[in-house]
């Protein structure tokens, strides 16, 4: 039976049909709809192909009858999905009237995490969304319960977002379980929903970064205003953050070029290698475009597109290295992923690039990862 199927070059043959049975996503568009796995590869108006994943309302998507903009996207539960096989003239066709690629999703080489890890990051429904959908719950707190809190906080009102990120660090694989998002709430207003949350969650040990004056109010009414004794504080010297009980010791974390490079590294580390859970789909979305910078040198957000989520986790990556992490859980992370990497068959690297705070100088690690 020769089969053919619509693609912006007209009616185009293909081999077959794949039947499965998987979670599905509804999304919505002005002009149409179509329900697809969060790996269905839709095009963004570049031409680029985009995971449904990585796409939210308010994204551009191509469709036979133009951008459209897409309006909803709502976990279905689990459907039969049908994929088109080996579309002539480059896997491009319509379903839906959209327009979508049946190539596997293998990501970016620039993103921090691999593309075949990324594909296989499937977001989850939250248990519990509170005010107004900014925090989201995925797993209320247990008795006895270890809990580490990493915050970001934006600088300004109405652009980038504040986060709040639960991880339970309990047992492994460690996994997030609440989140805190909001690119409306005042620093001080979000010092309190930080402290809210962090007590709820057994007073969760928090891991605040403090580089911008927003950072610092938000770490220094915690440590001051609700007296909130969990906080890490650090000793900066040269530029390398030290987890510190000293006198001289502020509350807080700044971010340096090292924090941010070691932090990336043991976060890639833990979520390839399943050491981290995420079901968050604003943290997906986020990794999935969270790729070098124009230097090759640093990691941050595409153009257009908001890290704050990725850096709370990257903040985690950071804290999971330190000696204090190892005595709380009593574990070694970076043991344990050195052993997984020595089991594996083949190793990657990730090459990092640290500025040691002296000029002109800069020194390059080659890490496991």
């Not at 107004?132 to 707190?141: K, R």
């Not at 989520?309 to 999971?320: E, I, Y």
Request: charged letters at 20%; hydrophobic letters at 40%.
């Amino acid at each position: 039976m020769f089969l053919e199927i619509l693609t912006p070059g007209g009616y185009r043959p293909f081999s077959g049909i794949t039947k499965s049975w998987q979670k599905v996503v509804d999304v919505k568009w002005d002009g149409g709809s179509v329900k697809c796995t969060a790996k269905h590869l839709f095009v963004s108006p570049s031409g680029a192909a985009m995971p449904c994943m990585a796409i939210r309302p308010g994204d551009f998507i191509k469709t036979v009858f133009g951008i459209r903009e897409v309006l909803e996207m709502t976990p279905v539960g689990e459907d039969h999905v049908y994929d088109v096989v080996n579309v002539a003239d480059g896997n491009l066709y319509y379903v839906g009237g959209a327009l979508s690629h049946n190539c596997e999703f293998l990501g970016s080489s620039d993103t921090l995490i691999s593309g075949s890890k990324l594909q296989h990051m499937v977001h989850k429904t939250p248990i519990r969304e509170e005010n107004d959908g900014a925090f989201l719950v995925y797993a209320d707190p247990v008795e006895d319960g270890s809990y580490v809190a990493t915050v970001d906080t934006a600088e300004g009102v109405g652009l980038d977002y504040s986060v709040c990120t639960v991880i339970d660090v309990t047992q492994q694989p460690y996994r997030v379980v609440a989140k805190y998002r909001s690119n409306i709430v005042p620093p001080l207003l979000f010092a309190k929903s930080c402290f809210q949350i962090m007590s709820q969650y057994n007073e969760a040990v928090a891991v605040a970064e403090s580089n911008n004056s927003s950072g610092a109010l938000v770490t220094d009414e915690l440590w001051n205003t609700y007296e909130y004794e969990n906080m890490i504080t650090t000793k900066a010297r040269e530029g390398v953050n030290k987890v510190s009980g000293a006198q001289k010791s502020i509350p807080g974390i700044r971010t340096t070029t090292r924090t941010k490079s070691l932090g990336c590294s043991s976060l890639k580390s833990l979520v390839e290698s399943d050491l981290l859970l995420i079901d968050d789909f604003d943290m997906i979305h986020e990794l999935s475009t969270f790729c070098l910078d124009a230097t090759g040198k640093s990691y941050k957000a595409s153009k257009g597109k908001n890290d704050d989520t990725a850096m709370t986790l990257v903040l985690f990556g950071w804290f999971a290295n330190e000696p204090y992490f190892a005595e709380m859980v009593d574990l070694n992370v970076r043991q344990i992923l050195r052993d997984r990497l020595e089991s594996a068959s083949e190793f990657d690297m990730l090459t990092v690039y640290f500025n040691d705070g002296i000029e002109g100088v800069e020194t390059v690690e080659t890490l496991l990862i």
